[in-house]
Every structure is written in structure tokens, then in C-alpha cells.
């Protein structure tokens, strides 16, 4: 029987509770802000996740790895066949 009258005690604080006056515009400035900043501010979760989103740009980044990667053996090859000398 104790937990039932603790649990009423705790319904009826519950219900006493009064928010100020400018609670929801305060949520609502707070909301908006962090909006803000998380459009302004730059993070790599936030380019995974737009990675993650658009397929185009899933295909530039695969696009933009075979190229460095294909450079990159040319490069090597280009070395090894000049003996470790390259000319300008």
C-alpha cells in the first residue's frame, strides 16, 4: 500500500507544476538556434551523413578515390622506371 500512496503523492506534485509564461518561447529560441548552428558549423558526421544521402555525391567520392589512386600508380610507375630520377 506504500508504493500506491507514494506514487498519488507524486501525481499530485506532478500536477502543481506551473511552466513560466515564456517557457515555449524559450524552447522555440532554443530550438531555432541550434538549427542555426548546426547548419552553419561543419563536422564530419555531418559530411558522412550527406554522403550517406545523396548518391551523387557517393559517386564523386568513388570517382575522386579511383583518380588519386590511379595518379598515385602512375606516379610510382613513372619512378621506378626512371631509376628514382624524375625530371621536371
Known amino acids: 500500500m506504500k508504493n500506491e500512496e507514494l506514487y498519488e503523492a ?3 506534485t506532478r ?3 506551473v511552466p513560466s509564461e515564456d517557457f515555449i518561447n524559450k524552447v522555440v529560441n532554443q530550438a531555432y538556434e541550434y538549427e542555426q548552428k548546426k547548419k552553419t558549423s561543419f563536422s564530419v558526421k555531418r559530411l558522412i551523413e550527406f554522403v550517406s544521402v545523396h548518391p551523387f ?3 564523386a567520392l568513388i570517382a575522386i578515390g579511383f583518380m588519386s589512386g ?3 600508380i602512375v ?3 613513372i619512378t621506378i622506371l626512371s631509376r628514382g630520377v624524375i625530371n621536371g
Open 10 to 12: 507524486w501525481k499530485e
Open 15 to 17: 500536477r502543481k507544476v
Open 57 to 59: 555525391a557517393q559517386a
Open 70 to 72: 590511379f595518379m598515385r
Open 75 to 77: 606516379f610510382i610507375i
